[in-house]
């Protein structure tokens, strides 16, 4: 079993949508949580940080934990075609050197 | 402008062929890590090192060998490579302890191994 699941899509929405992205996880140790979110053919690049659990907003970015089910979501609201990207969740346990990623997914905002 | 940069953007091999992938940072963060992403598996980990003198393996590390240089710079070497090894290579680095804690990735080695 991965340690961070994360469902592929793609998912297709129209512009002005309320997107929900996920992950689930397995290690109850894990403390750090992250959304990355990946351009084509470009780099990930850290889109929002949160730690232990609860709520953290950001612009139309909302991203929710909750460690008792083992599952973080990333909420966007408004979005936008300029949203289409590949969206990662990245996690990490105290003491910590590196993260486990989900597999991504892709997210397509049609105008 | 700060960040990671690697080198080559593309490379095209013949299996069997050997070649190094550059990493360097300028952000004096004490970790460095490579990464390869293929469809459906995402970001797995190659190599990491955690401060300069130090490496370990991640989860993927056969068929690779790394040299951290000193503190900004950290390579990895296909010693022979297989078609198998064709992937998208990332290095990044970590450092730092703020709201902005997380890696820092390069733009990525597109290798395709023939």
């Known amino acids: 079993q991965k340690e961070v699941e994360q469902d592929p899509g793609p998912l297709s929405v129209p512009e002005g949508a309320i997107v929900s992205l996920n992950c689930t996880y397995s290690n109850s140790a894990f403390q750090y949580f992250m959304w990355y979110r990946q351009y084509s053919r470009k780099g990930p690049e850290l889109l929002m940080y949160t730690y232990s659990s609860g709520n953290k907003e950001d612009g139309r970015f909302t991203a929710q934990v909750d460690k008792s089910s083992k599952y973080i979501s990333l909420f966007i609201r408004d979005s936008q075609p300029s949203d289409s990207a590949t969206y990662l969740c990245?996690?990490?346990?105290?003491?910590?050197?590196?993260?486990?990623f989900g597999s991504g997914t892709k997210l397509n905002v049609k105008p | 402008n700060a960040g990671v940069t690697q080198t080559p953007k593309f490379q095209v091999l013949k299996t069997g062929q050997s070649m190094t992938l550059q990493c360097a940072q300028d952000m004096n963060h004490n970790s460095m890590y490579w990464y390869r992403q293929d469809p459906g598996m995402g970001l797995r980990l190659i190599y990491y090192s955690a401060s300069e003198g130090t490496t370990d393996k991640g989860e993927v590390p056969n068929g690779y060998n790394v040299s951290r240089l000193n503190k900004r710079e950290f390579s990895l070497r296909l010693e022979s490579a297989a078609p198998s090894q064709t992937s998208v290579y990332f290095c990044?680095?970590?450092?730092?302890?703020?709201?902005?804690?997380?890696?820092?990735f390069g733009s990525g080695t597109r290798l395709t191994v023939v």
């Open positions: 990044a680095s970590l450092g730092g302890e703020s709201v902005n804690y997380g890696y820092t």
């Open positions: 990245a996690m990490s346990r105290p003491n910590f050197n590196k993260f486990y």
